[in-house]
């Protein structure tokens, strides 16, 4: 599911932790909003020009031609002469709310500074001699139609403009441009404490009334609010000019307001090693194959939904709650927040899913993006986010993912993307067609028809082989049946022996008959349920032996699986949860998709059913605490979400 585990996952990682390998870890918190480059196109960049000139000239159709325009060119328009509807403290609107804004304020603010060309004549003269009159570069700067004119060919002028300066400043006790741009704040400062005219003009021209309350704000300008921008302007020029304290105090802005205004990044590079130490150290199930361990790094490309869907739910619990098991502050709202977004992500992939579950998704999605807002408010939702709250309503329609999802066609978007499709309609796309559906025809008949199984067991194997080379992450369970209890032939039994006493004991406790005197059993390295492979510790098929199993969730490594006249059974060694004197599990307030803790060593032995199996789990050893870590982790998606819940 690509909108979850790209859409949000990788969003939440690399826009909303941020990746920062240069520097230690933070909580995310920033003391500005984050500054971000707008892409401005040369096409775009001409338009305002030519709207700001179209303006200026307010010819009588002035309504229709702004309607040539763009959005984004109106918005900017509105932004640049702060120009909002009547009774809205925002710019919100379609193109022709906007250009129908532009157009009132245009009529009735004849009298505005910002556009009052007789008033600008008389400004341009003033910025251009501050310092001598006979300045030749100040030189027609009375006449602002042709600086419009001119700045066309001059697009250096204007460098690009940050959308979000709409906030007024009308006291001194705010802090200092905490609502605009920090670069375009640090340009303007330049330019007014550069001594060329042209250097002002641009400051001028760039700079709007709320950025110039600020300047005069932190030069402790005791001015009315309701002056002028051109105002505002000369009476900055006239203090910097004849104060040299006040130069060095802007200019302080000018070096310092980079450093200040920059967002800590929380994954950064201590959090990252703690993070690939564990993904180094972690034992997953052979289904699962592991993400790069160089991720979030220049090395490393562009990483799979997969990839994305195995570090966040599977290794990012597993750090961030040992890290930050003791906070108390900012960083435990982050987790709090990131584990809704987990749970979310977990309950959203089941192959069989019920109402409650359902529930529980809108529950675990709506508190985090409520959390989101309010943990960073300068970072806006995406529509992602809002198709995130859609899926409840799509898997109580159309049932859990994998029944509308559109698997064969997404692993083939890269394809697509590198292909030349000129002159080829209708022949790509055809057997792209053809292919998927006859894929899906053979995956139907053999995944639901027995006979069909047993006539092609041998290309079922082929085929299944085939299928382990998974480099995508959870390729394989997309095509499981959980229904499905056939165990599959591919393994190796041994010869017939009787088994151990100890072990034939538990047997007979488990089948409650005292009176078992056959002990002959055949004993298997490898065996599957469901589509599902469990393998013995002592074996090539490792990976595949730390299990979830018992009707009271319980985590054990299996040491052998034997068949005892028609019956399976697995010789488990049980790890007991982890326990310690004035220490409580960090992980089981996050319900399962934290996991939980157990002990490093296992101390029980127990003899079950195949059928008792729950699940595999992911096992990651944390030095520090002596203990190993529980992941639980369900191929095909049942039981695991009602049974985990015990543990809590």
Request: include cysteine; aromatic fraction near 8%.
């Amino acid at each position: 599911m690509h909108a979850i585990d790209v859409g949000l996952l990788m969003f939440h990682c690399r826009e909303v932790f941020q990746i920062d390998l240069k520097h230690q870890g933070g909580d995310g918190y920033t003391t500005g909003p984050v500054e971000s480059n707008e892409v401005v196109t040369v096409k775009e960049d001409l338009d305002r020009k030519k709207c700001i000139k179209l303006l200026r000239k307010d010819p009588p159709e002035l309504l229709f031609k702004l309607l040539r325009y763009d959005r984004r060119v109106l918005y900017y328009i509105c932004v640049f002469y702060d120009i909002k509807a009547r009774g809205h403290n925002t710019i919100v609107g379609t193109r022709w709310i906007l250009a129908t804004n532009i157009f009132k304020w245009n009529s009735t603010s004849n009298e505005s500074d910002d556009k009052d060309e007789l008033e600008d004549s008389e400004v341009d003269e003033e910025i251009a001699g501050t310092a001598s009159e006979s300045d030749p570069s100040s030189e027609g700067a009375s006449d602002v139609d042709e600086d419009e004119d001119s700045v066309a060919q001059d697009e250096s002028d204007i460098e690009e403009t940050d959308l979000g300066d709409t906030a007024a400043i009308s006291g001194s006790t705010l802090t200092p441009f905490v609502a605009h741009n920090p670069g375009k704040v640090r340009r303007i400062l330049r330019n007014l404490l550069s001594n060329l005219p042209s250097d002002r003009k641009k400051a001028y021209r760039e700079a709007n009334k709320s950025i110039y309350l600020n300047i005069c704000s932190i030069l402790a300008l005791e001015l009315d609010v309701a002056l002028s921008k051109s105002e505002l302007h000369n009476a900055i020029l006239f203090k910097i000019e004849r104060d040299p304290m006040s130069q060095e105090l802007l200019r302080s802005f000018t070096t310092m307001a980079r450093d200040k205004i920059q967002v800590s990044a929380v994954l950064g590079k201590d959090v990252m090693a703690c993070i690939w130490r564990h993904m180094a150290a972690c034992q997953l199930p052979s289904w699962i194959t592991p993400a790069p361990r160089n991720w979030g790094t220049s090395e490393h490309g562009k990483l799979s939904a997969d990839n994305w869907r195995i570090i966040c739910t599977i290794h990012m619990p597993v750090t961030l709650i040992w890290l930050w098991k003791e906070e108390t502050s900012r960083k435990k709202s982050l987790l709090e927040n990131f584990m809704h977004l987990v749970t979310s992500a977990r309950l959203a992939n089941v192959r069989t899913c019920t109402a409650a579950q359902i529930q529980d998704y809108n529950k675990h999605m709506t508190e985090y993006l409520q959390g989101l807002r309010e943990l960073f408010p300068d970072i806006p939702l995406r529509p992602n986010h809002h198709a995130a709250l859609h899926i409840g309503d799509i898997m109580t329609r159309f049932g859990p993912a994998h029944s509308h999802g559109a698997h064969f066609f997404e692993r083939h978007i890269g394809f697509f993307h590198r292909i030349n499709t000129n002159h080829m309609l209708g022949q790509l796309d055809g057997s792209i067609f053809m292919a998927s559906s006859r894929y899906s025809n053979v995956m139907a008949l053999l995944r639901d028809d027995p006979e069909t199984q047993r006539a092609a067991r041998d290309i079922i194997e082929t085929m299944d082989s085939m299928e382990r080379e998974d480099l995508r992450g959870f390729r394989l369970a997309k095509a499981l049946d959980p229904d499905n209890t056939h165990h599959m032939a591919n393994m190796k039994p041994s010869q017939p022996v009787a088994l151990e006493g100890n072990v034939f004991q538990l047997l007979k406790d488990l089948e409650d008959d005292p009176n078992l005197h056959d002990r002959e059993v055949v004993f298997v390295p490898q065996i599957s349920l469901g589509g599902v492979c469990y393998g013995v510790f002592d074996s090539k098929h490792y990976r595949d032996s730390a299990i979830i199993f018992g009707n009271v969730n319980k985590m054990g490594v299996i040491q052998k699986i034997f068949k005892y006249h028609e019956g399976w059974y697995l010789l488990v060694h049980q790890h007991r949860n982890f326990t310690r004197a004035n220490f409580v599990d960090p992980y089981l307030p996050y319900g399962f998709a934290a996991g939980f803790l157990c002990n490093a060593e296992a101390d029980i032995v127990h003899l079950v059913r195949l059928s008792d199996i729950i699940s595999h789990c992911a096992i990651t050893p944390i030095p520090e605490g002596e203990c190993i870590h529980i992941m639980p982790v369900d191929r095909v998606s049942v039981r695991l979400f009602v049974n985990i819940l015990q543990l809590i």
